[in-house]
């Protein structure tokens, strides 16, 4: 069984850099067959996706957050990254790590998600 | 991007009841929509993908159907577990999009 479990800061000042990691076990971020993918939801919001990252680095982002975000995977740790520049109040969020086969169409399994609040 | 409009925003339904979930792409996406389930606290759970696909140790009472741009998920024989939020996503084109959600209550 597949589980994913980020791992976050909790609090970051505004204007300064979000960073979760998520780790992999049950599975391999080196698998060819899938993407993995950051989502967030801001509280009483609907979900947003951030964009994902395969195993060999190819990324696709949000064009809404493309500027500000980096993704990375690390195979000997099986784990993927977020990094989120520039933060504000606006980027309050729970954010999920997930993964999509199908082509990277749809989130089969997910992580139970980091509460991120920025404040300062 | 492609704007999922999903409707009703809210139903009130009781045990047994037949719901009816709809989203609406403001593109035709094909048969490319996925429907989760939320519940308060938790992450969401895949529910159908490709429309009418039923994930993994999905109960058979969760149906999809559409293709397009009108889509739909029904439960058939609503139970007590299935009271959450729900919200479908395209997958069309990316980047991939989320309905605004409907919560079953």
């Known amino acids: 069984q597949v589980q994913l479990q980020e791992s976050g800061p909790g609090l970051v000042k505004p204007a300064e850099t979000l960073s979760v990691i998520c780790t992999i076990s049950g599975g391999s971020v080196s698998s060819g067959t899938y993407y993995w993918n950051w989502i967030r939801q801001a509280p009483g919001k609907s979900l947003e996706w951030i964009g994902y990252?395969?195993?060999?680095?190819?990324?696709n982002y949000n064009p809404s957050l493309k500027s500000r975000v980096a993704t990375s995977v690390y195979t000997a740790d099986n784990q993927f990254s977020l990094r989120l520049s520039s933060v504000t109040a606006a980027d309050t969020a729970v954010y999920y790590c997930?993964?999509?086969?199908?082509?990277?169409?749809?989130?089969?399994?997910w992580g139970q998600g980091t509460l991120v609040l920025v404040s300062s | 991007d492609i704007q999922m409009t999903q409707f009703p925003t809210s139903v009130s339904a009781s045990v047994g009841d037949r719901v009816t979930i709809t989203c609406r792409a403001s593109?035709?996406?094909?048969?490319?929509v996925a429907w989760y389930q939320q519940k308060p606290g938790k992450a969401p759970d895949l529910l159908i993908y490709a429309a009418s696909t039923l994930a993994g140790g999905v109960p058979s009472r969760f149906s999809g159907s559409g293709s397009g741009t009108d889509f739909s998920l029904t439960i058939s024989g609503l139970q007590p577990e299935d009271f959450a939020t729900y919200y479908c996503?395209?997958?069309?084109?990316?980047?991939?999009?989320f309905g605004q959600g409907t919560k079953v209550e």
């Open positions: 990252i395969s195993y060999n680095g190819n990324t």
């Open positions: 997930a993964r999509s086969g199908d082509g990277g169409r749809s989130f089969d399994y």
């Open positions: 996503q395209q997958a069309g084109s990316l980047p991939l999009t």
């Open positions: 593109q035709r996406i094909g048969s490319w």
